[in-house]
């Protein structure tokens, strides 16, 4: 069934009274609408595009696939779902993920409850009437809950690059790809960001650009994915213990199998020298992000750190030819390896081993300008037919920000968060009663399929409450959500190499934000 259908298929409901509203028709979306319809409760969900999958349906550009493995990432609210859905590759790809997500709202007749193409301008809560007033464009609705499944990567963040908007030739964000095919063999290419998003789509686009320039301000730590088609065996075996990993999973720090089933509990200082090398060796082989559970003390050890993030600059030399090129892309030695979200790759150091693909180092040489033919440094104009925008998003708070919403009295939350974004458990803000938050501020940071059930979970048996207690309201105290917010950074310390470098994780990439997540 292409888009157009399942668009047609779904009942474009506008407008109306419902006991729940949810917002965003990505992960948190899709398994809200699933609970909810087992619940009897009347519900909606609004989607600003116009279909389901969330950063899915939005992130479609060449390359782009999941760093988590993908038996892993799909929900596990039915046995007969794992069970009959086979994927493809151990890292999927994006059409292979929204294909998934099409199925799961398919098969369990979930589309009906979707209303596309309306996105969420206003949302005021009404005292009198307990609920709140939701505006969608031209659109009314009525809720007694509302449930915020924007996604922590869904506002992309366009950066404040003079002239950009000048630029004669194609532009294109990652985080918004057109639907319809980009060619851009024979073209000459500019690209802004090497965060995941860029790692993943350099290798790509330059197999057919006739020349390709990267402009980076931080070189970041990637390893190798190693990805390919599923083992069939391990395929049987993992859904032979479906219940048991899923059950794991959830009592993991991420949420995933590696940080599960793969973490070594020996301390790094009790290793040798050649038992170092061969855990790297071992972890850089097989594949992935489990680098970070090599040895107990990876994460929480700066020093210890700096073993690992060794032997990873030195993988990237032992790749990269040119000693200008290495130069640019060996990450910091002050950044601690993982200090941010740590990149999975096929192939991209590999890249820069091509003539035509040429990066520049935005630290030596800082953009000046973009012209209407190119891209402007300090040292001069290099010119390109096509610029693509990898530059990330305002994560956490960035959608729920472009959205006026006032609870108790008026108070408005972009204004309450001025100061820094809290919540109590990630779900609830004070003072805007039976407003929940999915992956909001403040939230756990892992396997996003997991950890989004878990918190729609949450939510939804505070709501259960209230409903059988005949509550009206539900809402946390300032007190609570500070201690919240005391509790998350005071365990953040426990990982002092997550402190250690300025990160998107904690709002960094927005200029003068104060944002800790």
């Excluded at 199925?103 to 009198?128: C, G």
């Excluded at 809720?143 to 908007?165: D, F, Q």
């Excluded at 003539?355 to 300090?378: A, C, Q, Y």
Aim: glycine share 8%; net charge negative.
């Amino acid at each position: 069934m292409s888009e157009e259908e399942r668009g047609a298929v779904a009942q474009q409901v506008r407008g109306g009274k419902y006991d729940v509203l949810v917002v965003g028709a990505g992960i948190g979306g899709i398994y809200a609408a699933y609970r909810l319809s087992q619940l009897g409760l009347s519900f909606r969900v609004l989607e600003a595009g116009e279909g389901v999958g969330g950063v899915w349906h939005w992130n479609r550009y060449p390359g782009a696939r999941c760093d988590v493995d993908s038996l892993d990432y799909s929900f596990s609210f039915s046995h007969e779902l794992e069970q009959e859905w086979t994927w493809k590759e151990r890292y999927a790809s994006q059409p292979e993920i929204l294909a998934y997500f099409n199925h799961v709202v398919d098969r369990f007749h979930l589309r009906k409850y979707f209303t596309f193409n309306s996105r969420m301008t206003s949302a005021v809560f009404d005292e009198a009437a307990a609920a709140w007033q939701v505006a969608c464009g031209g659109d009314r609705y009525e809720a007694r809950y509302v449930i915020m499944a924007t996604g922590y990567l869904s506002s992309p963040l366009e950066p404040n690059i003079p002239g950009l908007k000048d630029f004669a030739g194609e532009r294109y964000f990652t985080s918004r790809w057109p639907h319809h095919e980009v060619d851009l063999s024979q073209k000459r290419v500019g690209v802004i960001g090497t965060g995941s998003s860029g790692i993943q789509i350099i290798p790509v686009i330059a197999r057919t650009a006739a020349h390709v320039t990267v402009y980076q301000r931080t070189a970041n730590y990637s390893v190798p994915a190693q990805n390919g088609p599923v083992d069939p065996t391990y395929v049987k075996d993992y859904r032979a213990r479906y219940g048991e990993i899923r059950a794991a999973e959830r009592a993991s720090w991420l949420g995933t199998y590696w940080a599960t089933f793969e973490v070594n509990t020996k301390s790094a200082r009790a290793a040798s020298a050649e038992e170092l090398q061969q855990e790297y060796e071992w972890r850089w082989n097989r594949g992935g992000q489990g680098f970070m559970v090599a040895f107990s003390d990876i994460m929480t050890d700066v020093e210890i750190n700096k073993t690992c993030a060794d032997f990873v600059r030195a993988k990237i030399g032992a790749i990269v030819k040119d000693p200008v090129k290495l130069e640019a892309l060996l990450p910091p030695q002050e950044d601690a390896f993982a200090c941010k979200r740590l990149c999975v790759d096929t192939n991209y150091f590999e890249t820069y081993n091509q003539d035509h693909v040429e990066i520049v180092n935005l630290r030596k040489d800082p953009i000046v300008r973009v012209e209407s033919n190119g891209v402007r440094t300090t040292q001069g104009l290099r010119q390109c037919d096509v610029l693509i925008l990898a530059t990330g998003f305002d994560a956490f708070t960035g959608a729920l920000g472009k959205i006026d919403i006032q609870g108790l009295g008026g108070a408005k939350l972009l204004q309450k968060w001025q100061a820094g974004p809290v919540s109590y458990l990630g779900i609830l803000t004070a003072r805007f009663p039976n407003m929940f938050h999915v992956n909001g501020p403040l939230t756990v940071v892992g396997n996003g399929v997991t950890t989004t059930e878990m918190l729609v979970d949450r939510i939804l048996e505070l709501m259960l409450y209230a409903e059988q207690n005949r509550f009206g309201t539900i809402d946390t105290s300032e007190e609570a959500e500070n201690a919240w917010r005391d509790e998350v950074l005071e365990t953040a310390k426990s990982m002092p190499v997550l402190l250690s470098c300025k990160s998107w994780l904690f709002g960094a990439n927005v200029p003068g934000n104060r944002k800790c997540s």
